[in-house]
T-cell receptor, first 116, second 115 residues
Framework: NAGVTQTPKFRILKIGQSMTLQCTQD?????MYWYRQDPGMGLKLIYY???????DKGEVPNGYNVSRSTTEDFPLRLELAAPSQTSVYFC???????????????FGDGTRLSIL | AQKVTQAQTEISVVEKEDVTLDCVYE???????LFWYKQPPSGELVFLIR??????QNEISGRYSWNFQKSTSSFNFTITASQVVDSAVYFC????????????FGKGTMLLVSP
């Protein structure tokens, strides 16, 4: 199993450009997440999804959009890139398990994004 | 609102020393989960442990051990006889049972183990 796969691994964007960060998982996990990690900071939740067609905002959703058309894929879109969005982006997934029985998240290797 | 505090930004030790990484959390929920993740220099996040709020037993896994104390809202992580390969950033994280397993992370502690 590949687990959680993110593409690209690195990208440089110009201010105002748009791009989509891809995330796919092959573990049949219902739950998927996007986090960003800024230097010296922990990860912060951008968006999450509990199943195909269902998405919700996390702590820092501004400037991003997501969609979830299949169980496997959860792309993150930046419409108008800004320098403040320079960060490392992690996608994760988890199995919902029993109610109130939170399972660990499995993370992709991250996408390092620089906006100049 | 939930919060995780890792007060130690960076710790440096010499190989074979024991080291404890502190984690203090805040939550209003009675049912929650605590996690530790390791981020080595290569950048990926590696799951280490999950602990639920009803299980206060300490856990040991090889050189790793965890001490969960609800009374002080702490979930500390000890590495015994540290090795150079333990050098990494370690994150403590909290997940409330009602929150679809979303994680609130601390800022991380960078551990540097020198030979």
């Amino acid at each position: 199993n590949a687990g959680v796969t993110q593409t690209p691994k690195f990208r440089i964007l110009k201010i105002g450009q748009s791009m989509t960060l891809q995330c796919t998982q092959d573990m049949n996990h219902n739950y998927m997440y996007w986090y960003r990690q800024d230097p010296g900071m922990g990860l912060k939740l951008i968006y999450y999804s509990v199943g195909a067609g269902i998405t919700d905002k996390g702590e820092v959703p501004n400037g991003y959009n997501v969609s979830r058309s299949t169980t496997e894929d959860f792309p993150l879109r930046l419409e108008l890139a800004a320098p403040s969005q320079t960060s490392v982006y992690f996608c994760a997934s988890s199995y919902p398990g029993q109610p109130l029985n939170n399972q660990p998240q499995h993370f992709g290797d991250g996408t390092r994004l620089s906006i100049l | 609102a939930q919060k995780v505090t890792q007060a130690q930004t960076e710790i440096s030790v010499v190989e074979k020393e024991d080291v404890t990484l502190d984690c203090v959390y805040e939550t209003r929920d009675t049912t929650y989960y605590l996690f530790w993740y390791k981020q080595p220099p290569s950048g990926e996040l590696v799951f280490l442990i999950r602990r639920n709020s009803f299980d206060e037993q300490n856990e040991i896994s090889g050189r790793y051990s965890w001490n969960f104390q609800k009374s002080t809202s702490s979930f500390n992580f000890t590495i015994t006889a540290s090795q150079v390969v333990d050098s990494a950033v370690y994150f403590c994280a909290l997940s409330e049972a009602q929150g679809y397993s979303t994680l609130t992370f601390g800022k991380g502690t960078m551990l540097l183990v020198s030979p």
